[in-house]
């Protein structure tokens, strides 16, 4: 697809907590069910410090009681299994009409690994896919991990990148359930890093990637919240 299409760019200048962001994205999910010709969206934020799993995720990859968890815990209609999310990490949950985007989800997936490997190239650094699984590595560790959900074709969730946030809390899980893959962050590549410094280069690799032009939302199309 050659011609650009116009998307609306919700961010968050603070840390959000989980449920007021998947409500955003319900929200503009229902708009594009309603109106699959109306323009696409992405929201950009860092989380408050929490876990989610997928659906159908295995609490067996939980290492505390799930009636009992440290964090906030949400189970959510995305495919993967558990992760954790905090503050450092920048997150990115896309919500387009995928029939605008190739119409298939195996494809989707690779396109939002592409964003992070380009992001990725432009600071030098190189990477990689792991065959068979979704994700992003840089020099042996899962930097970004990716999870998405569609309904009628519209888009939720998307992918999370690691690049200066405190890696503590992945250790009472089993992050995407890959015990033998460990988890990374950018900042111990490239010292001094900090997330609000690739905040532009994300979104920049992202509408390249999608032919997308990204702009503020019109009154009309504010969440309440943002």
């Not at 860092?46 to 990859?61: D, I, K, N, V």
């Not at 840089?138 to 990716?146: E, F, N, P, S, T």
Request: proline residues 8%; charged residues 20%.
């Amino acid at each position: 697809m050659d011609s650009q299409l116009d998307a609306i760019l919700f961010e968050a200048q603070r840390p959000v907590a989980f449920e007021p962001a998947w409500q955003a994205q319900r929200q503009l999910q229902q708009r594009l069910l309603a109106c699959p010709q109306g323009p696409d969206a992405v929201l950009l934020l860092e989380h408050q410090p929490c876990y989610t799993l997928g659906r159908g995720a295995s609490e067996a990859f939980l290492r505390f009681p799930a009636e009992a968890p440290p964090l906030p815990l949400h189970r959510i209609d995305r495919g993967g299994e558990v992760t954790h999310h905090a503050p450092g990490q920048l997150v990115l949950y896309p919500v387009l009409n995928l029939q605008r985007h190739g119409a298939d989800l195996h494809l989707y997936l690779r396109a939002l690994e592409q964003v992070v490997i380009d992001l990725l190239a432009r600071f030098g650094l190189q990477g990689e896919r792991l065959e068979g699984l979704t994700g992003v590595w840089l020099q042996g560790r899962k930097v970004a991990a990716i999870g998405v959900g569609a309904r009628r074709w519209i888009s939720q969730h998307g992918l999370a990148l690691n690049v200066d946030a405190d890696l503590t809390g992945f250790q009472a899980v089993v992050p995407c359930g890959l015990a033998d893959r460990p988890v990374g962050r950018l900042a111990d590549v490239l010292p001094g890093l900090r997330a609000e410094e690739l905040r532009r280069p994300l979104l920049q690799a992202f509408a390249r990637q999608f032919h997308l032009t990204l702009r503020p939302p019109l009154e009309h199309e504010r969440l309440e919240g943002w």
